[in-house]
């Protein structure tokens, strides 16, 4: 009687460890690249909720003077350490679509409504933030929407 591994089955052995190995590599690259991914998506959310609020303060600025923002966008890098991401702002008036009210409606319920459209078209903005970042060689981004409304 032999004692000792065949050949075959240090073989066997040593490919069944190799398989276990990377398998256990390609998790914890998984982990590394997943770890990553929720520390820029965690800081995006962060700066566009700070960019937001210096973009609402800065409205509300204007609406106490009697001003009120029309359409425009605006777009800019953070200073350091964020200066890998990029914000965009974008102000746009709110658009409502007349319901289609028929003919019995009649010609005063569609001056109403009419009436009542424009002035949530005068009163009311949408104010959307995207933050922008390079992650693995494509662009990632996050956007966050909220409505201004000038009373």
């Known amino acids: 009687m032999r004692k000792g591994f065949t050949l075959l ?6 490919t069944i460890f190799a398989i276990a ?3 256990l590599v390609g998790f914890q690259a998984r982990g590394y690249i997943n770890d990553a991914k929720a520390r820029h998506l965690t800081t995006a959310v962060q700066l566009a909720r ?4 210096q973009y609402q303060l800065d ?3 204007d ?5 009120f923002p029309e359409e425009k966008e605006d777009a800019g890098t953070f200073d350091k350490p ?3 991401y990029r914000w965009k702002a974008e102000v746009r008036k709110v658009e409502l679509l007349l319901p289609p009210l028929g003919d019995a409606a009649g010609e005063t319920t569609d001056q109403m409504m009419k009436m009542m459209t424009k002035q949530i078209s005068d ?12 992650e693995m060689e494509k662009d990632q981004s996050f ?3 909220t409505h201004i409304v000038k009373m």
């Open 9 to 14: 089955e240090v073989m066997l052995a040593l």
């Open 21 to 23: 190995v990377a398998a």
């Open 50 to 53: 700070d960019k937001m609020t």
């Open 59 to 61: 409205i509300e600025k």
């Open 63 to 67: 609406i106490v003077k009697g001003g």
């Open 82 to 84: 964020f200066e890998d």
């Open 123 to 134: 009163s009311v903005r949408e104010v959307k933030m995207t933050i922008t970042w390079q």
């Open 143 to 145: 956007s966050v929407v």
